[in-house]
C-alpha cells in the first residue's frame, strides 16, 4: 500500500513539472563556418552576408597583403527564412574561394526535431541538408576538378546531423557528424567524406561570447593529405536584432560542402584570416 | 386520462402565454436574473440614455468568430482562404487581454490589476482589456496625443476609429477593411458588459426590477450604472526617472517583481516570442538588466518602461510604453528589486 502511495506521489511530482525548452543554446543559425542548432523563427527572414579576408601571416600575408584586409577570400550574401519555429530554409550566392570553386550558389534545409528541455530530454538535435552547384567557366585545363566536363560535376551536396546541449547558462557544446558528396574530384581526392564536427560557447554575458568550432575529417588513408581540418575561433556580439561574429579560421570558404573537403590552410604556417558574419532579420 | 390531457393542456398553455408575455416585458418588469444577465448597454438605453456610437442591435455570431480570429491571430478565413494579415509584428493580445482585468470593474488601480492577473492567471499587460471595451466611449486618453499627436483627435470619441488607429500605428500594421473593422465590433459588442458584471447593490437591483420608476430614478440609476464601470481609462506618461533618485530596488517587493516579470516582461520576451531579445529568471538576463540600470538607453528597465521603443522604417517591431496607471513607480521599484535577486547582486 505505501509503495503504491509512493508511487502515485512520485507520479503526480513528475507531472507537476513542466517541462520548458531550453532556448539560445548558440546565438544565431551559424556557429562559425557551419550550422548550429538553432534555427530562424517562423515568418522571420534573415538577410546574411559573411566575409572571409585573406591570410594574415604566412607567404600570402604580413604587412604586405594588410594582414590579408587586401584580399576577399570569400564572400556571401544570403537569404534565410524560418518556415516554422523549427524548419528554414536558405539560398546564397557566395563568391567562391577558387579552391578549386568560384561563382557558387547554394541552398540548404534544416529541421530541429528536438528541444532540449529542462527537467526533461537532455538534448536538442537538427538535420540540415545543402546542395551547392558552381557557375564559373569551367576551365579548359582537363586536369582540373573545375573543368567540369558534365553539368553535375558542378554540384556538391552535404548532409549532417547536429546534436547540442547547453550546460547551465553560460557554456553550450554541439556535435555535428557531416557527410559530404562532391560529384567530381581530382584523382587524390574522395568523392565522398565523413567528418565530425564539434562546436563550443561561452556566453561572458547576454551580449558577448566566445565560440570555437573544428572538423575533424576523415580521410582514407592516402588521399587528400594535402587537406587540412577546418578550425575557427569567433568573438560574438548579439544586439536586438543584430548578430555579429568577429573571426579567425583557416578554411576560407563558405558552406559545408566548401569549408569541409576545401581548407588547405594551415593555423601553424599563419594562414588564419579574419572573418565577419552580420545577420539582419525581418518579420514577414 | 380526460383529467391527465386537461392538466397537460393547461400547463401547456401557461408556458406559452408565459413565454410570450416575457418577450414583451418593459425594463420594470423584468425578474432578477433576466435583469443580471441582460447587457448594459440595453439598461442604459432603457433609463433614458443616449445609444452608444457604435451600437450594434444584435450580435453576429459568425462575424464575432472572425473578429476574434483578427484579434487573436491578425487574421481570419473567408471561404477557405487564409485573409491578409493586420500586422506582421503583432497582433492585438500582445498588448491586451480581452479578459476581466479588475474584480471591480469601475476601477484602474494598477495594485488591484496585477492581483486580479495573479489569481486568473492574465498576463500584465500594457493595453487595456478588451473585456468591456463596447461599453467605453473614450479612446486614446491622457497623454497618449504624445505618441499619436493629433492622430489621436479622430479616434478619442470612436471605437472604430480607435480600432483603426490601434492596427495601422500601435500594431505598425495597415487599416482594416470595413468587414474586419465590422467582424471586431461584433466581438466587442460579444464581451460588452453585463449588469451582473458591474456589482449593483441589492437597492439598485430592486430599483432597476421596479415598475414604478420616477425621472429622477432613471436619472440616479443612469448615474449609478456608468459609475460602476469605466467608460474610459487614464493615462499618464512619465519620463524616465532622474537615476540619482531611482531606489534601484532599496524596499522594493521582489515577489511582487517577479510577478511582473513574468507577466509583463517575459509575456513577449520569453523565447524571443515577440521580440528579438530572449529574456528569463536566469543570471545572464537579470544582470543584462541590472548593469544597464543607471543608464538613459533602451536596455535600461528604467527608460524603456516609461518610454519603450518607437517604431521606425526598418525596424517597425517596437515595445510600448507602460503608463502609470498600468504600472506604478512602486512596481518598477518591485520589478527592479526581483532584477537584482536573479542577477545576484
Given amino acids: ?284 | 386520462m380526460q383529467r391527465i390531457l386537461f392538466i397537460t393542456f393547461t400547463l401547456l398553455t401557461l408556458v406559452i402565454v408565459g413565454t410570450s408575455l416575457s418577450g414583451s416585458r418593459e425594463l420594470g418588469e423584468i425578474d432578477r436574473l433576466d435583469l443580471s444577465e441582460s447587457s448594459v448597454e440595453s439598461v442604459l438605453n432603457q433609463l433614458g440614455n443616449k445609444p452608444l456610437p457604435h451600437a450594434i442591435a444584435e450580435v453576429d455570431l459568425a462575424k464575432a468568430k472572425m473578429g476574434e480570429d483578427l484579434i487573436f491571430n491578425g487574421f481570419t478565413t473567408i471561404d477557405g482562404k487564409k485573409s491578409k494579415r493586420i500586422s506582421s509584428y503583432f497582433v492585438c493580445t500582445d498588448c491586451h487581454n480581452t479578459a476581466r482585468e479588475f474584480e471591480d470593474a469601475s476601477s484602474e488601480l494598477t495594485a488591484n490589476r496585477l492581483t486580479f492577473a495573479q489569481k486568473n492567471g492574465l498576463p500584465f499587460l500594457p493595453g487595456s482589456t478588451f473585456w468591456g471595451i463596447y461599453n467605453r466611449t473614450s479612446f486614446y486618453n491622457g497623454d497618449y496625443v504624445k505618441k499619436y499627436g493629433e492622430m489621436v483627435d479622430d479616434a478619442r470619441n470612436s471605437l472604430g476609429n480607435a480600432v483603426q488607429l490601434c492596427s495601422k500605428y500601435c500594431s505598425s500594421g495597415r487599416y482594416l477593411e470595413d468587414w474586419e473593422l465590422t467582424a471586431i465590433l461584433h466581438y466587442f459588442k460579444k464581451n460588452e458588459l453585463l449588469v451582473k458584471d458591474l456589482g449593483l447593490s441589492e437597492r439598485d437591483m430592486a430599483a432597476l426590477s421596479s415598475n414604478s420608476r420616477s425621472e429622477v430614478d432613471n436619472s440616479r440609476l443612469s448615474a449609478v450604472l456608468l459609475g460602476s464601470y469605466r467608460q474610459s481609462y487614464s493615462a499618464t506618461f512619465l519620463e524616465t526617472m532622474d537615476r540619482n533618485v531611482r531606489p534601484y530596488g532599496q524596499g522594493g517587493n521582489p515577489e511582487n517583481g517577479k510577478l511582473i516579470y513574468e507577466k509583463a516582461c517575459m509575456f513577449c520576451h520569453e523565447n524571443k516570442r515577440v521580440t528579438y531579445l530572449h529574456l528569463d529568471n536566469g543570471k545572464l538576463s537579470g544582470a543584462f538588466l541590472w548593469r544597464n540600470r543607471k543608464n538613459y538607453s533602451d536596455q535600461s528597465i528604467y527608460q524603456i518602461v516609461r518610454h519603450g521603443t518607437y517604431s521606425k522604417v526598418g525596424r517597425k517591431q517596437y515595445m510600448p510604453l507602460y503608463t502609470k496607471e498600468k504600472m506604478s513607480d512602486e512596481q518598477l521599484n518591485d520589478l527592479v528589486a526581483y532584477i537584482k535577486q536573479i542577477a545576484k547582486k
Wanted: net charge positive; charged share 20%.
Fill in chain 1, 1 to 284: 500500500m505505501m509503495k503504491q502511495i509512493l508511487f502515485l506521489l512520485c507520479l503526480t511530482c513528475f507531472s507537476i513539472v513542466r517541462a520548458q525548452d531550453v532556448v539560445e543554446t548558440f546565438s544565431g543559425t551559424r556557429v562559425i563556418n557551419g550550422h548550429s542548432v538553432e534555427t530562424l523563427k517562423k515568418r522571420l527572414l534573415e538577410f546574411r552576408i559573411e566575409h572571409r579576408f585573406g591570410d594574415i601571416a604566412g607567404a600570402n600575408g604580413g604587412v604586405q597583403q594588410f594582414f590579408g584586409f587586401d584580399q576577399a577570400a570569400d564572400v556571401r550574401f544570403a537569404f534565410e527564412y524560418g518556415i516554422s519555429d523549427k524548419w528554414m530554409i536558405g539560398l546564397g550566392r557566395s563568391k567562391g574561394s577558387g579552391e578549386p570553386y568560384r561563382s557558387l550558389v547554394d541552398g540548404f534545409t534544416k529541421y530541429r526535431f528536438m528541444t532540449q528541455q529542462k527537467n526533461g530530454m537532455p538534448l536538442s538535435m537538427a538535420v540540415m541538408g545543402s546542395a551547392s552547384i558552381s557557375y564559373m567557366t569551367a576551365s579548359t585545363d582537363l586536369a582540373q576538378v573545375a573543368s567540369f566536363p558534365k553539368f553535375s560535376h558542378r554540384m556538391a551536396y552535404s548532409f549532417q546531423l547536429i546534436a547540442a546541449r547547453k550546460f547551465g547558462e553560460h557554456f553550450s557544446a554541439q556535435l555535428m557528424p557531416t557527410y559530404v558528396h562532391r560529384n567530381y574530384v581530382a584523382a587524390t581526392d574522395v568523392n565522398g567524406l565523413f567528418s565530425l564536427g564539434g562546436a563550443l560557447n561561452y556566453k561572458i554575458n547576454k551580449t558577448y561570447g566566445i565560440i570555437v568550432e573544428y572538423y575533424h575529417n576523415f580521410n582514407p588513408s592516402g588521399f587528400r593529405s594535402d587537406t587540412r581540418n577546418s578550425l575557427g575561433v569567433a568573438f560574438e556580439w548579439s544586439t536586438n536584432g543584430h548578430n555579429f561574429k568577429l573571426n579567425l579560421t583557416n578554411s576560407r570558404g563558405f558552406g559545408e560542402t566548401q569549408f569541409i573537403p576545401h581548407t588547405y590552410a594551415n593555423w601553424l604556417d599563419g594562414e588564419f584570416r579574419f572573418g565577419f558574419s552580420i545577420s539582419r532579420n525581418f518579420k514577414l
